[in-house]
């Protein structure tokens, strides 16, 4: 089916593990040429399932027609970045973190914000999708906020590489697959029900700045629109799933220094530190995968 063996031959005692092959990376450099988008940390086994969907789909039969395609076609670069991406995401997911996070970790930043005068509360969701992971967010804030009539500055950041996938998550409009988790009383309290959609109502929408980030991206260490960084809580949940390790070493770095003293790091449930910097980071629970950083 492919011009080439996606598996290269190791070492005598090594696992046999997916690399690219040359005609693979060939059309990542094309990618990264024309958008600047990296995906060479993204596992190899993902990478070749993904792009071997355009190729089927386009009627190609192995990667060098593939990329002989997207230079007649450049629109289909736009399909190839939809697919590499991964976009699934829903309101509330392992709503157990979400939990933690309103009973726990809210409290707990806000207690030490009126400790040190502190006015501003900032958070960023990486690799944000449709934004439902940075509206639940923006929920639970606006919750706390109002039950303990505090008065905080509320900023939060949403990013995400795909373009096209943040236009849909500021329209703020969610089909019922991504409102399994939400609990009744939000659902009646921040939405409306129209055409078979459930639409977010503005006061929680217009809390979340949405952007295009590249979590890779080497010349910046947080996105342009938080200016700054220096976020108490950073979001980043079931993205470094999809990178081998030295990239994730990379994302960590960044997120890490992203954190304001003592902020936390929220993963999805697959992911942990990298050895690199899990000792940068406590594990504050053993039911979440939520970290503080040392």
């Given at each position: 089916?492919?011009?080439?063996s996606?598996f290269h031959?190791?070492?005598?005692?090594?696992?046999?593990?997916?690399?690219?092959?040359?005609?693979?990376?060939?059309?990542?450099?094309?990618?990264?040429?024309?958008?600047?988008?990296?995906?060479?940390?993204?596992?190899?086994?993902?990478?070749q399932?993904?792009?071997?969907?355009?190729?089927?789909?386009?009627?190609?039969?192995?990667?060098?027609?593939?990329?002989?395609?997207?230079?007649?076609?450049?629109?289909?670069?736009?399909?190839?970045?939809?697919?590499?991406?991964?976009?699934v995401?829903?309101?509330?997911?392992?709503?157990?973190?979400?939990?933690?996070?309103?009973?726990?970790?809210?409290?707990?930043?806000?207690?030490?914000?009126?400790?040190?005068?502190?006015?501003?509360?900032?958070v960023?969701?990486?690799?944000?999708?449709?934004?439902?992971?940075?509206?639940?967010?923006?929920?639970?804030?606006?919750?706390f906020?109002?039950?303990?009539?505090?008065?905080?500055?509320?900023?939060?950041?949403?990013?995400?590489?795909?373009?096209?996938?943040?236009?849909?998550?500021?329209?703020?409009?969610?089909?019922?697959?991504?409102?399994?988790?939400?609990?009744?009383?939000?659902?009646?309290?921040?939405?409306?029900?129209?055409?078979?959609?459930?639409?977010?109502?503005?006061?929680?929408?217009?809390?979340?700045?949405?952007?295009?980030?590249?979590?890779l991206?080497?010349?910046?260490?947080?996105?342009?629109?938080?200016?700054?960084?220096?976020?108490?809580?950073?979001?980043?949940?079931?993205?470094?799933?999809?990178?081998?390790?030295?990239?994730?070493?990379?994302?960590?770095?960044?997120?890490?220094?992203?954190?304001?003293?003592?902020?936390y790091?929220?993963l999805?449930?697959?992911?942990?530190?990298?050895?690199?910097?899990?000792?940068?980071?406590?594990?504050?629970?053993d039911?979440?995968?939520?970290?503080?950083?040392?």
């Amino acid at each position: 089916m492919t011009h080439g063996s996606l598996f290269h031959r190791q070492g005598r005692g090594e696992r046999h593990r997916p690399v690219m092959n040359n005609e693979l990376k060939r059309i990542l450099c094309y990618l990264n040429e024309k958008h600047g988008l990296d995906f060479f940390g993204y596992r190899a086994s993902m990478v070749q399932r993904r792009v071997g969907q355009r190729f089927l789909f386009t009627k190609c039969k192995n990667y060098d027609e593939y990329y002989a395609y997207l230079l007649e076609n450049p629109d289909e670069l736009n399909n190839l970045i939809d697919a590499l991406t991964i976009n699934v995401s829903r309101f509330f997911r392992n709503s157990l973190a979400f939990e933690y996070m309103a009973d726990r970790i809210l409290p707990a930043i806000c207690h030490r914000k009126k400790e040190t005068g502190d006015h501003s509360l900032r958070v960023w969701s990486a690799g944000c999708s449709m934004g439902e992971e940075a509206y639940s967010i923006a929920i639970l804030v606006h919750e706390f906020l109002k039950e303990e009539t505090l008065k905080l500055g509320v900023n939060i950041f949403a990013t995400d590489i795909d373009g096209k996938i943040l236009e849909k998550a500021q329209q703020a409009v969610f089909p019922f697959e991504s409102m399994k988790d939400v609990k009744f009383r939000f659902l009646k309290k921040y939405f409306s029900f129209t055409e078979n959609a459930f639409q977010l109502m503005p006061e929680i929408r217009d809390r979340v700045l949405f952007s295009v980030y590249d979590l890779l991206d080497n010349k910046s260490s947080v996105p342009s629109e938080s200016i700054f960084g220096d976020f108490d809580m950073v979001l980043c949940r079931n993205v470094l799933i999809y990178f081998n390790t030295a990239y994730q070493d990379k994302i960590f770095d960044k997120l890490y220094r992203a954190l304001t003293q003592h902020g936390y790091l929220v993963l999805g449930e697959a992911e942990i530190p990298s050895p690199k910097y899990e000792r940068y980071f406590r594990r504050v629970n053993d039911c979440c995968h939520i970290y503080q950083k040392i």
